[in-house]
């Protein structure tokens, strides 16, 4: 399909119905489908927004392009959950179809205030010419699910931006509303996080400048900003573009990454931090626009987009794109962040069964010759030992999912040049992380279909990543060249 922005640009009521069932059978069908994860009905998913705890459910929305694999007319769709596991599809939340909103009803979040859940997000609006004007949107979702706009802007863009401004993510402190967002600065064109505060959630919105956490230069866009705190810590978390490579290492076209925080002054938009530098949120290759919470729980949850702005995949071929991360609960070890999957994602488990490291096998182990598309693994291998487990593997461990360990060196490397469809190789083949040297090392490792999420050392690090590969491919192998000790459970996963 040629997609002219015309064609991008439709309004949704001019799509056919048959169109968009095709499509949801042609994404239901898809050998690569999720099927324990959020993805989308038809076309193309990108950030998770509004992401909140309203009338005794968890609720999500997620970005969309429902007609195809492409970027093009945003809406939200919404999904509940009763314990941040199993989702059911609300179907679409908020189109594309007022004046302030007109070409896109772009990322924002939610907030559950007295009986309704507040949301806010930016309207995308392009005028004759072409040109895009941001507007700062307000809605209302009552417990029926039904939403009402607000119809006229919360506020518009300061005069000190450029129109790329978006993302808002609602706060409250102290009897007061805050907002921050993702912005680029009209005189320096650099990114930016702006900060602004309202008595009323619906009016009179006071811009406080910007959140002042850095002074190295954080590129030319900074999208999807979010902060949250954990035991009284702020933490920043954002999508600068562009960022430069000095400042911070990341492999991905465009990296999520965070700040731990000591302090964050709502008046004056400081935050103060001794990091150095910003550090990846994940290490994998494909998350981006990660949403974190306050939870009302009194935890921090995390989810993120699985796919990364400007970059197409596999699946482009079969009109559909993307996924949600499953949950992530956040919290802080001596002063590292961690995230770890939710305790009530085990009820997915069933046909458990323990491995252990067989005596006096050297070289090839295979630790499952028929595993499923959906699988837990558990694994934890001594110190002191090095080896490659396969995942997605065929019989000869040739073409697989490479997940290479060094315990005695402590470097953990995942490689995915021989896994299926070579895709986005330009931003490299494998990613690389420095785990401490003489340790055992702790793998808590999910697989649904075309997507790895790898845990390690109890969430120290997230690697998250797609794969497309022949479903027969379905051999867990351990290869070394001594023998190695390791234990560990494995389990098939349920649908959610
Ligand atoms: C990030 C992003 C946001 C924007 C949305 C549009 O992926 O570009 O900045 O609001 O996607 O879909």
């Known amino acids: 399909m040629n997609w002219s922005t015309e064609k991008r640009y439709l309004k949704y009521n001019q799509w056919d119905a048959e169109t968009l069932l095709k499509l949801q059978k042609q994404a239901d069908l898809s050998k690569y489908q999720l099927h324990y994860h959020i993805r989308p009905s038809s076309g193309l998913l990108n950030d998770p927004n509004g992401f909140s705890y309203f009338d005794n459910q968890w609720h999500v929305f997620y970005q969309q392009f429902p007609f195809g694999a492409v970027h093009g007319l945003k809406s939200w769709h919404h999904m509940k959950s009763s314990d941040l596991v199993h ?3 609300q179907g679409i939340a908020i189109l594309p179809d007022s ?11 939610a907030m559950a205030i007295d009986d309704n859940l507040f949301l806010m997000y930016t309207g995308n609006v392009r005028d004759k010419n072409w040109i895009r004007h941001s507007y700062q949107n307000g809605a209302w979702m009552d417990k029926d699910g039904k939403i009402t ?8 863009a300061p005069k000190h931006v450029t129109e790329h401004f978006r993302d808002p993510q609602i706060l409250r402190f102290r009897d007061k509303y805050y907002a921050i967002l993702g912005a680029q600065d009209k005189d320096t064109k650099k990114g930016k996080i702006s900060l602004f505060t309202a008595d009323d959630i619906t009016s009179q919105w006071k811009d406080l400048g910007y959140i002042d956490f850095t002074s190295d230069d954080m590129g030319y866009m900074i999208e999807c900003p979010n902060l949250v705190f954990i035991d009284d810590q702020p933490i920043l978390i954002f999508c600068p573009q562009g960022l430069s490579h000095n400042v911070s290492e990341y492999q991905n076209i465009y990296p999520n990454m965070y700040f731990i925080g000591e302090k964050f002054h709502f008046d004056s938009g400081k935050f103060t931090t001794t990091q150095k530098k910003p550090l990846n949120l994940d290490d994998g290759f494909d998350v981006y626009a990660s949403q974190a919470i306050n939870a009302p729980d009194g935890k921090v949850y995390l989810i993120s987009w699985v796919g990364l702005p400007d970059v197409s995949y596999p699946s482009d071929h079969e009109n559909w794109a993307n996924c949600l991360s499953q949950v992530k609960q956040l919290s802080l070890k001596n002063g590292h962040l961690i995230q770890r999957p939710v305790n009530t994602i085990t009820k997915l488990r069933k046909d458990g069964h323990s491995i252990h490291s067989e005596k006096n096998i050297n070289g090839h182990q295979i630790i499952h010759k028929h595993a499923s598309q959906q699988y837990e693994l558990k694994l934890t291998i001594s110190a002191n030992q090095n080896g490659t487990l396969h995942l997605v593997s065929d019989k000869t461990s040739t073409n697989s999912l490479q997940l290479k360990f060094d315990t005695q060196k402590g470097t953990f490397e995942v490689d995915r040049a021989n896994c299926g469809i070579s895709f986005n190789q330009k931003y490299g083949t494998s990613r690389c992380i420095e785990l401490p040297k003489n340790q055992s090392l702790d793998l808590d490792i999910f697989i649904d279909h075309s997507l790895a999420e790898i845990f390690i ?3 120290e690090h997230v690697m998250t990543l797609r794969y497309f590969t022949d479903s027969k491919n379905n051999q867990i192998i351990l290869e070394a060249d001594q023998k190695l000790n390791y234990y560990g459970t494995y389990w098939n996963l349920a649908d959610m």
Not at 99 to 109: F, I, L, Q, R, V
Not at 149 to 156: A, D, G, T, V
Request: charged residues 15%.
């Open 87 to 89: 989702w059911s599809d």
């Open 99 to 109: 004046k302030y909103d007109s070409h896109g009803a772009y990322s924002g979040s």
């Open 149 to 156: 706009k607000i119809p006229q802007p919360l506020f518009n």
């Open 457 to 459: 050392n109890n969430g």
